[in-house]
């Protein structure tokens, strides 16, 4: 018999041209079930015009991030023991700093559009990941093998940044750490736009980035190592090279 | 393994200066500049002077600005601090994403703002500096 | 529908809830920062009683005396160290340096900060 917890989930209501409400589900759940799967339990039992995301239930889609008692979480991956106790409210809301669409889905388009600015690769040739301990040395031919990237382009770094709340163009987290990915020296095209008011120099250093990242990405440590990339290419540049 | 070139694209790099490598150098330099002369400042302001507790006293600034260095000093350190102060205003002001038209004015006042203030502070520094206890 | 980023959303930079370390850190930077500016000005303008000889001074001097200045004077000192450790820690770690240790080096700026402030207060009152 798995544990039984009944918990009440105060989800976050907002349709095109209506005012925002919240409403309330309280329900049984085994507390190592994911939100997202007590989310579904509410779309499937109580309400069928509950807007939501999710596609891959396996943190690969990036599409389920919500925040949850106030902080983003992939709710696929967040089981409900790690964020509440029996009898608890978990006030579920859309993530921040991006147009609503419908109750817990928002517009991710601007997202996109700047990785897409930066070319964020997808997947990228394995002596070029920064992993935690790569081997020793990378022979020449393991290029060949690629790596997915480990961002998901899920925004919750987007939606915990202050500087995103209040700069729209601003790039943000996951584009500066897709740009830090490539980097500079291979690819000086992107200087310009990094080195940019919207670029590597508007962040202030709260790092909410790195703590919300779900997929050990740590954007704040990469837009910190563009900083150094980017002053080694004006330099590069100063001196004419 | 590069993917195509995004010339579809075109991500607006706000070609104005609105924050580069080099404004943030500046604030960069002068942040650590400051901390190590505002040490100084505030050991000197004090424990410094006649009776050891600071320069508490009209005559005990005079004094201490009879050394030519010190003025040097203190017009470095307020064109420095009003550097850096007005750049970190300039800065918040940034993060609320303001038009070509706002930053341009802002840019101005700024500027105004920071001339006035330094040429204020070296003026007084040479005042003081001529004064005679 | 109003949770596109916008400029009037400011107040949010300084709202801790749910946040980490980090942000107290960035909330502390902004909050001194523009404290100090203030400060800074209204400093420079004082000081300019010094131009107009003794007296002028000696009688500003004597307002400062009063505990809630000291007490406004022990603030400045306060955001004056938080503001410029956390800045060596802006500047550490935007070199590469101690990315993995900031939130240790925030909790070091306002140890000290405290500290430092104590120090300060303890000669002001009791000294
Ligand atoms: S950097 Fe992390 S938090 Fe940001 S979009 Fe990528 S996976 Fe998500
Ligand atoms: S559903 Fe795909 S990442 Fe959560």
């Known amino acids: 018999m798995p544990e039984q917890w009944t918990v009440t989930l105060r989800i976050y209501r907002q349709k095109t041209n209506e005012p925002s409400r ?8 085994n507390p190592d079930e994911y939100i997202l799967d007590a989310i579904e339990r509410v779309w499937a039992f109580h309400d069928r015009s509950l807007c939501f995301r999710h596609a891959c239930h396996h943190s690969t889609c990036g599409a389920c991030g919500m925040r949850v008692n106030g902080v983003e979480k992939l709710t696929c991956i967040t089981t409900i023991r790690s964020v509440a106790r029996p009898n608890a409210v978990l006030t579920i809301e859309p993530l921040r700093n991006f147009p609503i669409i419908s109750d817990l ?7 996109y559009r700047k990785m897409e600015a930066v070319e964020a690769r997808a997947v990228l040739p394995i002596t070029e990941a920064e992993i935690e301990k790569p081997p020793h040395q990378w022979k020449t031919e393991d290029s060949q093998y690629v790596r997915l990237s480990d961002c998901l382009e899920c925004g919750l770094c987007i939606s915990a940044c202050p500087v995103a709340a209040t700069s729209q163009p601003y790039l943000g987290p996951a584009p500066l750490a897709a740009a830090q990915d490539h980097r500079l020296d291979r690819r000086p095209d992107l200087l310009t736009l990094i080195d940019s008011e919207h670029g590597v120099w508007r962040c202030h250093s709260a790092f909410e980035c790195t703590a919300v990242c779900p997929s050990f990405v740590d954007p704040g440590r990469r837009i910190m190592d563009l ?6 290419a004006k330099i590069r540049h100063f001196f004419g090279k | 393994m590069n993917s195509p070139s995004s010339e579809h694209f075109n991500y607006p790099t706000g070609r104005r200066a609105g924050e580069n490598a080099w404004l943030w150098l500046v604030k960069m330099i002068t942040g650590p500049l400051l901390v190590l002369i505002l040490t100084l400042h505030l050991i000197v302001n004090h424990y410094m002077g006649s009776a050891h507790s600071g320069l508490m006293t009209y005559n005990d600034i005079v004094a201490y600005f009879r050394n030519p260095l010190i003025p040097l000093i203190e017009i470095i350190f307020v064109a420095t601090v009003v550097t850096h102060s ?48 | 529908m109003n949770n596109q980023p916008a400029p009037q959303r400011l107040l949010s930079w300084f709202n801790p809830l749910g946040r980490n370390p980090g942000s107290w850190a960035f909330i502390l930077n902004r909050l001194t920062g ?11 303008m004082v000081l300019g009683r010094l131009a107009q000889g003794p007296e ?24 004056v160290i938080y503001h410029g450790l956390n800045g060596l820690r802006v500047v550490l770690t935007s070199f590469g340096l101690g990315v993995r240790r900031q939130v240790q080096m925030f909790y070091l700026s306002v140890l000290l900060a405290l500290v430092g402030t104590a120090i300060f207060a303890f000669r002001m009152f009791a000294g």
């Open chain 3, 34 to 44: 523009l404290g100090l500016t203030m400060y800074l000005f209204l400093h420079l």
């Open chain 2, 86 to 133: 007005l750049l970190g205003v300039r800065g918040i002001i940034l993060d609320m994403n303001p038009s070509q038209k706002v930053l341009t004015w802002v840019n101005a006042v700024l500027l105004l703002i920071g001339c006035s203030a330094v040429g204020y502070g070296i003026w007084l520094a040479l005042v003081i500096a001529s004064k005679s206890t």
């Open chain 1, 227 to 232: 900083r150094k990339q980017t002053i080694s």
């Open chain 3, 56 to 79: 002028a001074y000696e009688e500003f001097l004597a307002l400062t005396k009063s505990p809630l200045i000291k007490l406004g004077e022990l603030l400045v000192i306060g955001a």
């Open chain 1, 22 to 29: 919240y409403d309330t589900f309280t329900l049984e759940v």
């Open chain 1, 105 to 111: 889905v928002v517009d991710m388009g601007e997202l």
